[in-house]
T-cell receptor, first 115, second 113 residues
Framework: NAGVMQNPRHLVRRRGQEARLRCSPM?????VYWYRQLPEEGLKFMVY????????ESGMPKERFSAEFPKEGPSILRIQQVVRGDSAAYFC?????????????FGPGTRLLVL | AQSVAQPEDQVNVAEGNPLTVKCTYSVSGNPYLFWYVQYPNRGLQFLLK??????LVKGSYGFEAEFNKSQTSFHLKKPSALVSDSALYFCAVRPPGNNRLAFGKGNQVVVIP
């Protein structure tokens, strides 16, 4: 049973470019969460999505960041006009259900470096 | 707002000795508590969780954790550490009515051969 898949694993962008990060949840999971890990820090929640719906985006920066989870295909985290401060590891997690006891399973992450 | 504290930056332990990684939390209501482990350049792997019931929770790779409501703690323990346990350990809390996880800053565990 494949785990959470993320690609690319590493992404290098120059300031002002766009970054697209993809996440495929575990089989049978329809809930996706994105977290960001800055150097020497823990993970910070960004957004929670279900298929075709954004449930909680309270952790997303107001500008340049967006996320989607279409009916078909992976969840996408999009960062427009990247800046150096966006350099971080971005982790996706998925869960089977929305129950509060549900475990979130994490992917390997995408490490974004902005030059 | 919820918060998680992992007070020690690094935990050093000799192989074969007991390992303890400390975690305290602050949240309204009864929390759900989780431990994850992260190896270099990898994602987080789930170790165990406390939802309700027995305060002592057993998880993967011989790890266990004890929920202490009066001390608002959820310390991770392993009776006999292995060199392969060297990694970054994160405690996380999910407050009631909330789907997001709030993470501590993590503890680096170094098991010395």
């Amino acid at each position: 049973n494949a785990g959470v898949m993320q690609n690319p694993r590493h992404l290098v962008r120059r300031r002002g470019q766009e970054a697209r990060l993809r996440c495929s949840p575990m089989k049978g999971h329809s809930h996706v969460y994105w977290y960001r890990q800055l150097p020497e820090e823990g993970l910070k929640f960004m957004v929670y999505l279900q298929k075709e719906n954004i449930i909680d985006e309270s952790g997303m920066p107001k500008e340049r960041f967006s996320a989607e989870f279409p009916k078909e295909g992976p969840s996408i985290l999009r960062i427009q006009q990247v800046v150096r401060g966006d350099s971080a590891a971005y982790f996706c997690a998925s869960s089977r259900d929305s129950g509060y006891q549900e475990t979130q399973y994490f992917g390997p992450g995408t490490r974004l470096l902005v030059l | 707002a919820q918060s998680v504290a992992q007070p020690e930056d690094q935990v050093n332990v000799a192989e074969g000795n007991p390992l303890t990684v400390k975690c305290t939390y602050s949240v309204s209501g009864n929390p759900y508590l989780f431990w994850y482990v992260q190896y270099p350049n990898r994602g987080l792997q789930f170790l165990l969780k406390y939802i309700t019931g027995d305060n002592l929770v057993k998880g993967s790779y011989g790890f266990e954790a004890e929920f202490n409501k009066s001390q608002t703690s959820f310390h991770l323990k392993k009776p006999s550490a292995l060199v392969s346990d060297s990694a970054l350990y994160f405690c996380a809390v999910r407050p009631p009515g909330n789907n997001r996880l709030a993470f501590g800053k993590g503890n680096q565990v170094v098991v010395i051969p």
